[in-house]
């Protein structure tokens, strides 16, 4: 499978196998998927299935037994420990379900936090944070510390804390999974705008109103892609993309 630079993400014959006590585990059979820039791609699947295996191996949390992972150009696999770990702050944004977030921390500074690791200065860094807290509706909070806001909020902090380096890649895995259902549908409407602002987002979930969102689903069975197909979001994206390519030539 050819990369071209409108591609976000390149996966081919992804493979991981877990040794588990009685038999090893193969948690994923040799995945193939592309996804290119400014799409936004759902991960579904039986419990098990291996989405969040997927995900972790594009996060680079985790490293494949085979199989080449490619973002924005950039190989993934066969990085050392320092190497990924710059890869993921340059490439990657990941929101998981259970927040993650700084509880000693104020809202602001859980999202300066990465950016000032990322090696960013201090001003520029607090800038952008309090832009993005304004763009996710949480500025009035910046003072706070994250045990004060509500479930949904507390996502809205992990999200901003995500985009804190404007990554290639939003990766969440099931991030609506603890939100009760008004949580969830601040953190869809969320994405919504995230993805029409033209951020490339991978998100893995149980949840159907979050899938409805994507402009592609793409459903997984026991390690394997069994099913890609762009939703009506994508039917636009793609139109979109098609004139704007056309205005380019
Ligand atoms: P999903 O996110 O689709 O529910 P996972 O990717 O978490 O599935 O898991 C896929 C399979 O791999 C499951 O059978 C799971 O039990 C197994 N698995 C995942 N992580 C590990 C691990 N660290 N050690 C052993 N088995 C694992
Ligand atoms: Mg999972």
Redesign the pocket.
């Known amino acids: 499978m050819e990369s071209t630079e409108r591609d976000a993400l390149t996966v081919t014959g992804l493979r991981k196998t ?3 006590e009685n038999a090893p ?1 193969r ?1 994923l059979r040799g995945i193939d998927l592309t996804v290119r820039a400014g799409e936004f791609v759902a991960v579904m ?10 995900l972790n191996l594009v996060a680079g949390l985790d490293v494949a037994d085979e199989g080449t992972i490619t973002v924005a150009g950039e190989t993934v696999t066969g990085r050392t420990e320092d190497d990924l770990a710059r890869m993921r702050r340059k490439h990657m944004g990941i929101v998981f379900q259970f927040f993650n977030l700084l509880e000693g921390m104020t809202v602001l500074e859980n999202v300066v936090l990465p950016s000032v690791i990322a090696g960013r200065r201090r001003k520029i860094a607090e800038t952008r944070a309090r832009d993005l807290l304004d763009l996710l509706g949480i500025g009035d909070k910046a003072a706070a510390v994250p045990g004060v806001l509500s479930g949904g909020q507390r996502q809205r902090l992990a999200i901003a804390r995500a985009l804190a380096n404007q990554p290639t890649l939003l990766l969440a895995d099931e991030p609506t999974g603890a939100l009760d259902s008004a949580g969830g549908a601040e953190i869809i409407e969320l994405l919504r705008r995230l993805h029409q602002a033209g951020q490339t987002i991978i998100l ?1 979930t149980h949840d159907q109103a979050v899938a409805d969102a994507a402009s592609r689903i793409v459903t ?1 069975r026991d ?1 394997r892609i069994v099913n890609s197909t762009d939703t009506s979001a994508g039917a636009q994206e793609a139109a979109s993309t098609g004139t704007s390519t056309a205005q380019a030539r």
């Open positions: 877990f040794e588990a585990v948690a699947g039986p419990s098990g299935c291996g989405k969040s295996t997927l893995v997984m390690g």
